[in-house]
């Protein structure tokens, strides 16, 4: 449980709103329009600008061979599989909706954290977590009496957050001698080419040129999600302890949903305002330094 630095505050607020705004983004992109081909069109624009971005800062791309099979498992189970689902997801659920269910990643990763990797959480950081669970359980109200009629996506949604739970904690305990950026490079290559693939094996039929507004959806995707939000995630995530880097961009779904709601006219009804207030008490649950400990 440390305090954040000046650095880490401000990469988290970037984060908060680029991640935040892009729920109703990736609403109009995929509405009318195929989701895994407008994922990886957007891949394939973030991508090439990544590996740019970290040449021109002198960053290397070389990864030992005897770790590739740990980088394409980090790949898995960071982005292929969570990008795959939450994109089939938003085209079944609300934008606000989906990312609720996807932001219930730190729950996850505190169970998986204390069960399978010998975390020892204090007792305020469980209650954070309880906090945030209420808080989604909240916003989820008006979705569980519609859950009879989409339940796929709903699955969807919570299978993606769980895996990425995984790839959280596996982050921070891989031993691959490269920097993370390069990591995340390759990751991001990897979800691109697999991503393509599904693409043109279950949506070739309806592929279409895309519409303004969406052209408009994947270019923010490509710019600020891969080619950047993502590094931002990845070191943050690398560098803080688990519950910290998950409850910490716990806002991230509660501007998605009030973001949907004034561009995309989503009704909000009161779980969503106490949600809110939940969601904020996790997170200083987690972020509020604690009191240091004087000797006699």
Same mark, same amino acid.
């Given at each position: 449980?440390?305090?954040?630095t000046t650095r880490q505050v401000l990469m988290l607020v970037a984060l908060t709103i680029v991640w935040g705004l892009n729920w109703p983004v990736m609403k109009v992109g995929v509405t009318g329009y195929p989701p &895994?081909? #407008?994922?990886? &069109?957007?891949?394939?624009?973030?991508?090439? @600008?990544?590996? &740019?971005?970290?040449?021109?800062?002198?960053?290397?791309?070389? /990864?030992?061979?005897?770790?590739?099979?740990?980088? #394409?498992?980090?790949?898995?189970?960071?982005?292929? /599989?969570w990008h795959a689902l939450m994109v089939l997801a938003v085209q079944a659920l609300s934008s606000g909706r989906a990312a609720i269910l996807g932001y219930s990643m730190p729950i996850f990763s505190a169970v998986i954290g204390a069960l399978f990797f010998g975390e020892r959480l204090r007792a305020r950081a469980w209650g954070g977590v309880a906090a945030a669970a209420l808080g989604v359980l909240l916003l989820l109200w008006h979705e569980l009496s519609n859950m009879a009629g989409r339940p796929v996506g709903v699955l969807l949604a919570l299978a993606g957050a769980a895996t990425w739970a995984v790839g959280t904690q596996k982050m921070r305990?891989?031993?691959i001698p490269v920097p993370t950026p390069t990591i995340v490079f390759w990751m991001t290559a990897m979800s691109m080419l697999i991503m393509?693939?599904?693409?043109?094996?279950?949506?070739?039929?309806?592929?279409?040129?895309?519409?303004?507004?969406?052209?408009?959806?994947?270019?923010?995707?490509?710019?600020?999600?891969f080619a950047?939000?993502?590094?931002?995630? #990845?070191?943050?995530?690398?560098? @803080?302890?688990?519950?910290?880097?998950?409850?910490?961009?716990?806002?991230?779904?509660i501007l998605g949903v009030f973001s949907g709601a004034w561009w995309l006219g989503?009704? @909000?009804?009161?779980?969503?305002?106490?949600?809110?207030?939940?969601? /904020?008490?996790?997170?200083?649950? /987690?972020?509020?330094?604690?009191?240091?400990?004087t000797t006699p």
């Open positions: 449980m440390q305090a954040l &895994l081909t #407008f994922r990886a &069109l957007s891949l394939w624009i973030g991508t090439p @600008l990544l590996g &740019l971005g970290l040449l021109a800062l002198r960053i290397p791309l070389r /990864v030992p061979r005897p770790y590739w099979g740990a980088l #394409f498992w980090l790949g898995v189970t960071n982005m292929f /599989v305990r891989h031993t393509t693939a599904l693409s043109a094996t279950f949506e070739h039929a309806r592929w279409a040129a895309p519409t303004p507004p969406v052209w408009g959806a994947i270019l923010y995707n490509g710019l600020l999600i950047v939000a993502q590094v931002v995630w #990845f070191t943050l995530a690398r560098a @803080l302890p688990p519950v910290a880097s998950s409850l910490s961009v716990m806002l991230i779904p989503e009704a @909000l009804h009161w779980q969503d305002w106490a949600a809110m207030g939940l969601m /904020v008490l996790a997170i200083a649950s /987690v972020l509020w330094p604690q009191r240091p400990v």
